[in-house]
């Protein structure tokens, strides 16, 4: 071979070497790029849980508080109803009044009113005219 084959030889090496390690280069350049795109999306999606993290716990909170007041609204009612109950019973005029009442809507003639309630024939005639 003479001199100038040999000279060809080794520049086309020596070329095809520098595209190839171009062509590494180039490839490395675009994976890091993609590997520091990932990292900024991976902070983000992190920062977004965090913030997730700490709405659902604002969230829980208020549900805890929500539930503590329906206790405390139940706990009112339940002592509200044993009041009327109590009040119903310490009072039977009141009670003899309720029952009129109800007999009235079921269509109960005053002499029924006068006879099962002890109502005065007044207290009956009103009762039932309310109920009109």
Request: hydrophobic content about 40%; glycine content about 4%; charged content about 25%.
């Amino acid at each position: 071979m003479t001199l100038t084959v040999i000279a060809v030889v080794v520049g086309v090496n020596l070329l095809l070497t520098l595209l190839l390690a171009l062509f590494y280069l180039m490839r490395y350049q675009r994976q890091e790029l993609e590997r520091m795109q990932m990292q900024e999306q991976l902070k983000n999606l992190q920062g977004d849980l965090r913030s997730l993290s700490r709405s659902t716990a604002a969230v829980g909170e208020r549900v805890a508080l929500l539930e503590q007041a329906t206790r405390q609204v139940e706990l009112q009612q339940q002592q509200l109803q044993q009041r009327q109950t109590t009040l119903k019973t310490s009072n039977p005029e009141e009670a003899s009044f309720e029952q009129a009442l109800k007999l009235a809507r079921k269509g109960a003639s005053e002499e029924e009113l006068m006879d099962l309630c002890h109502v005065s024939r007044g207290e009956a005639k009103l009762i039932r005219m309310m109920q009109r």
